[in-house]
């Protein structure tokens, strides 16, 4: 069941939650025809990085989602910290600002006391980050084949606890439906025809999604944000998985950061999916509380084309088509394969 105390710690944003959104739905960032669209519902609530000062040194990790988030979020922290002892567990280090639990009352003094170099994550689309953009940070993009993702989001899904249920759904200041249980739906292929085709009723313009959030637009707008702009790396989940030891160098040459190769292979072993899994419960979000199992849930298989035998092949063919509609050719291709 849902915490009270955490339920009265929420009720603070309420008043100042309409405000915030006014405040952001005015914002016109740079080259965007229209204002930036406010993302609010059981899970977002963009107006949060109202709160965040940013810093010029900052790091944001943008997903989707289950595309490799928590996995970058280890990678990160060890070339951040690079053998040192880190002064908390992952996943409160780095937490995911737009998600509108804890209140930004409450977060935005936490990020601003942290003396290191903040690595924050986001899963908001680039339109709706656009506000809060800063030149002179930088981002990692992950990316996923969207079938892989979204099995990755099933188990997600399925493992939710009441715990979780209560904090998306019962928490004051839910704009639009609460998110529905995942029985009510007969299983994950009608579940994928919902999220392929239905976008969520509060995240205006979105075609797919449902019950969670768009892959196809997250992608899409960041990839063109990444055209134009020199700070945003993207990096795939396959690439990851393939040479993992390449792409976190990579990554540190894009944070600027100098790798000391006597610690490089301690820092590769560390962000292995068999180290991962061995201790979730220090890197999923709340130690892995939300969903049955504990984090060992939350870091489940870490593999790919587990769709194979579960999708049809014309739900099949309605991915492939959805992603050429909704992507860029490069994009399109980028997404299911990676780069190597």
Partial sequence: ???????????????????????????????????????????????????????????????AYKSGTTWMQAVISEILFQGKEKPAS???????????????EVLGPQLEAQEHRRFLKTHLPADAFMPYFNPKAKYVYVGRDGRDAFMSLMNHYEKANDMWYGAMNEAPGRVGPPIPHFSEHGGIPALFDRWLSEGWPTLEGETDGWPFWSLFKNARTWWELAAEQGNVLFVHFNDMKQDLQGEILRIAEFLGVEVNGELLPSMVKACTFEEMHKNADTVAPLNGGLWEGGGKSFVFKGTNQRWVGVLSDSQVEAYLEKARKELPAECAKWLENGSK
């Fill in 90 to 104: 992952v996943g409160d280090m780095s937490p995911w600002v737009d998600l509108r639990v804890p209140p930004a």
């Fill in 1 to 63: 069941p849902f915490c009270p105390r955490l339920a009265r710690s929420l009720r603070s944003t309420i008043a100042s939650s309409a405000s915030r959104a006014k405040l952001s739905r005015a914002f016109v960032a740079p080259d965007m025809a229209s204002p930036a669209p406010v993302y609010q519902s059981h899970h977002f609530d963009s107006t949060k990085w109202d709160f965040v000062k940013p810093r010029d040194d900052d790091i944001v990790i943008v997903t």
